[in-house]
């Protein structure tokens, strides 16, 4: 079969979950109650919360509470490299649940992270790039680490 029919029957779907791997992302990476209620805007496309100004005040927040308690913090930023090729090949579609699958991988990872009780993890998406998600953790211990 052609590449660009594999793409449109989903076999690469296919093949993922044959390897185990999620096509969806945890729902409890999408919760905005973190968020004031004015400021819980999501990503149409993933679910996620979109990283506008009120949202980078909560995190700037919560970084520098974790910076003055000597906390240890991580960032992340996941990129998706030639998304844009993809998307003029395959069609904006596959772009989609491409984007869809990278939030699917991503949380699957920090899921089966064995992360401390007092580790705080936010899973944003960025306004300026389609194809980006910013994973921010604080107040890891040192086994998280």
């Not at 690469?12 to 819980?40: C, E, I, M, T």
């Not at 100004?53 to 919560?62: A, H, Q």
């Not at 401390?116 to 910013?134: K, Q």
């Amino acid at each position: 079969m052609e590449e660009q029919q594999l793409v449109n029957h989903g076999a690469w779907k296919y093949a993922l979950v044959r390897q185990g791997l999620p096509l969806h992302s945890n729902p409890k990476f999408k919760d905005v109650s973190w968020l004031p209620a004015g400021a819980r805007s999501v990503d149409n496309l993933t679910g996620l919360p979109i990283l506008n100004n009120e949202t980078r005040k909560v995190l700037i927040g919560e970084f520098s509470e974790c910076i003055k308690n000597n906390g240890k913090w991580a960032c992340i930023n996941i990129d998706a490299d030639q998304l844009k090729t993809a998307n003029t090949k395959y069609g904006r579609s596959f772009g989609d649940e491409y984007i869809n699958w990278e939030v699917a991988i991503t949380t699957k990872a920090i899921e089966d992270a064995t992360l401390s009780n007092t580790a705080t993890v936010r899973v944003v998406r960025p306004t300026h790039a389609a194809d980006e998600v910013i994973v921010w953790f604080f107040n890891l211990s040192e086994d998280d680490m």
